[in-house]
């Protein structure tokens, strides 16, 4: 029986604060001794300095400042490196724990760049470049699913006023989820937020779904009208709905973009945020954990209905 996901967030959100409670103290306690470290240190530089060259105070001061800073960033970026593992160490398995008992987390993995262009969302160009992170895989029944960020571009060269200039053209960053089952498709669909779709070609026509909610958020193409209907039912047209209300109201994304394809499902959701990080400039509360969670396990209530 599929849960709802803020039922789900109960169930683990005080383990989740139990183990940010203990990351913010390590994060409160970088400030204080970086600071102390810096301004010993700055004492020490200003006093060899002024022994032996007799500087001003003003120059003294720069000084004693600028070597404070530099300590902080040091203590800083390291105490985010460590804060950073703990959380893919601590936190993740309680998440991935939670949205499907089965699912491990690997921090180098995620969605095959091939989805991408098999989806049909996407064209393929040269100097074509991919990346993911952050992945999350598991099996619900006979469908398997990952979840990652992932980044995919190409990069091309311009001549302006007869000099080459190298840019690079960002296609997609932020959160894919791939979903494998064990039936075939005779046709393609693609939902989407956008204006529009690079990989479609001319066999794909707009359709228009009967869910009215459905059809104020999404257009929808097909190359097989028939199939599109019998797969998009009233029941999914609404889970999408609330699925993209979720991303916008918890994460404050505005776009989303669905593809059905041979035997996949792949949702992407454009996002220019990193998740599943710490923080070291400000607090990291359970809200921000949640948002991640209740994303991902909107997406998987999916799988687990189409299953």
Not at 75 to 103: H, W
Not at 255 to 280: C, G, H, Q
Request: glycine content about 4%; aromatic content about 10%; some cysteine.
């Amino acid at each position: 029986m599929t849960m709802n996901a803020e039922e789900s967030w109960n169930r683990i959100e005080g383990q989740v604060e139990e183990t940010l409670a203990t990351m913010e103290k390590k994060r409160r306690k970088a400030y204080s001794r970086g600071f102390l470290v810096g301004l010993l240190l700055a004492v020490a530089v200003c006093a060899t300095l002024f022994y032996y060259f007799s500087l001003g105070a003003i120059s003294l001061t720069i000084i004693a400042v600028v070597v404070i800073i530099l300590v902080m960033c040091i203590a800083l970026s390291t105490t985010f490196i460590n804060l950073d593992r703990q959380y893919k160490k601590d936190i993740m398995p309680i998440l991935v724990g939670e949205i499907c008992p089965n699912a491990a987390y690997e921090a180098k993995s995620g969605v095959d760049e091939s989805t991408f262009f098999s989806s049909m969302i996407f064209k393929k160009h040269s100097n074509q470049l991919f990346a993911h992170e952050d992945g999350i895989s598991g099996k619900i029944e006979n469908t398997r699913f990952v979840f990652c960020e992932a980044h995919l571009y190409y990069s091309e060269t311009l001549t302006v006023n007869g000099k080459s200039k190298k840019q690079t053209i960002h296609q997609f960053d932020g959160m894919a989820f791939d979903a494998e089952y064990d039936r075939m498709m005779n046709g393609n669909i693609i939902m989407t937020t956008l204006k529009t779709i690079e990989g479609t070609d001319a066999t794909f026509n707009k359709v228009k779904m009967d869910d009215a909610g459905y059809e104020k958020l999404f257009d929808t193409y097909t190359n097989n009208e028939e199939e599109c209907r019998t797969i998009m039912t009233a029941d999914m047209q609404q889970r999408f709905t609330k699925l993209y209300n979720t991303i916008k109201q918890s994460m404050g994304e505005s776009d989303m973009t669905v593809s059905f394809y041979k035997n996949r499902m792949l949702i992407l959701v454009p996002s220019l945020r990193n998740r599943f990080e710490a923080r070291i400039l400000i607090r990291l509360k359970s809200e921000r954990v949640k948002e991640d969670f209740m994303v991902i396990k909107e997406m998987v209530n999916i799988v687990e209905a189409m299953a």
